[in-house]
């Protein structure tokens, strides 16, 4: 005999919180939304409705799936963010909402910029992974020219579908860092310049990785979460040929961690950039804005 939804999701979201999973309701919600393709009103207006058993069965596979650690957002294959709903997949890293911090402090300069005569502004993601924020930039912004990068083959190809669902054109190179793009090494410059480089690269140092919840430690590529030693590994290397690429009066922006802060700033200013470090909603750094 099949069980109501209310009740399906109520021994799901139990089984989860055994499990220690942090959001179980939500989680079991979400899992119901997936395969009834319905939205969360539908939960309301359908409780007390009886399942085929078919879909009890159907619905407790994808429930055993995110008791053994799955992250719900693979599960279900997709992750608000900023308002759009991105495909995910394990390829990838799962945006978060303290990223829209990034993506917000960028739309709010490329406002305060001049668009140049000819052309338009220019903006490059390093470190794109599912192009949340490549392509929620060129999504609000549509009159910039966003370009994207990647070291990872199977990233690059989930941005790459995230850009179509949105219909954002948006160039994407494969590479590791400023690797990925054209440059004279002779004069220190690349091909080309941007008004706003974006980056949340990797920078939880790698001894703490093992120590994460086991949605993110078992799961989540560590291409995306190790940042070296004491995670600052890839700022140094954006810091080394950052210059290449900015405009003089353009503006880098970065992710970091909550216990950063002070090294970003050192490290800016060893290249010549003042850093200027902002809080997320709980308080904690979260992002540099780093101009020359």
């Not at 608000?80 to 991105?86: A, I, K, T, V």
């Not at 219909?167 to 054209?182: H, S, T, V, Y």
């Not at 909550?258 to 909603?281: S, V, Y």
């Amino acid at each position: 005999m099949g069980l109501r939804v209310r009740e399906i999701i109520g021994i799901a979201a139990n089984r989860f919180q055994e499990e220690g999973c942090l959001d179980p309701k939500l989680d079991a919600e979400l899992l119901m939304m997936h395969l009834m393709k319905a939205e969360r009103s539908w939960l309301f207006t359908h409780g007390s409705e009886i399942l085929a058993d078919e879909t009890c069965e159907e619905y407790f596979r994808l429930a055993d799936r995110r008791a053994s650690g799955v992250p719900v957002q693979y599960i279900i294959g997709s992750q608000e963010f900023m308002g759009l709903r991105f495909y995910v997949d394990e390829s990838v890293l799962i945006p978060r909402q303290d990223t829209e911090l990034l993506v917000e402090t960028a739309l709010e300069e490329l406002k305060t910029m001049k668009k140049p005569a000819l052309g338009a502004l220019e903006v490059l993601d390093l470190c794109t992974g599912s192009g949340a924020i490549a392509v929620s930039l060129a999504y609000y912004a549509p009159k910039i020219k966003v370009t994207a990068t990647d070291l990872s083959v199977r990233a690059l190809e989930t941005a790459k579908k995230n850009a179509a669902a949105f219909r954002q054109n948006i160039a994407f190179f494969e590479g590791d860092l400023w690797e990925a793009l054209p440059a004279n090494e002779k004069k220190q410059k690349g091909k080309k310049q941007f008004d706003v480089i974006c980056s949340n690269p990797p920078y939880i140092p790698s001894a703490v990785i093992d120590g994460l919840q086991r949605e993110v430690k078992d799961h989540e590529p560590r291409l995306a979460l190790d940042g070296g030693p004491e995670g600052m590994d890839l700022y140094r290397r954006i810091f080394e040929k950052v210059g290449w690429f900015l405009k003089p009066e353009g503006v880098l922006l970065l992710e970091i961690g909550h216990d950063q802060g002070d090294r970003i700033t050192e490290l800016a200013k060893e290249h010549g950039f003042a850093a200027e470090i902002r809080k997320d909603l709980a308080g904690h750094d979260r992002m540099a804005v780093c101009r020359r």
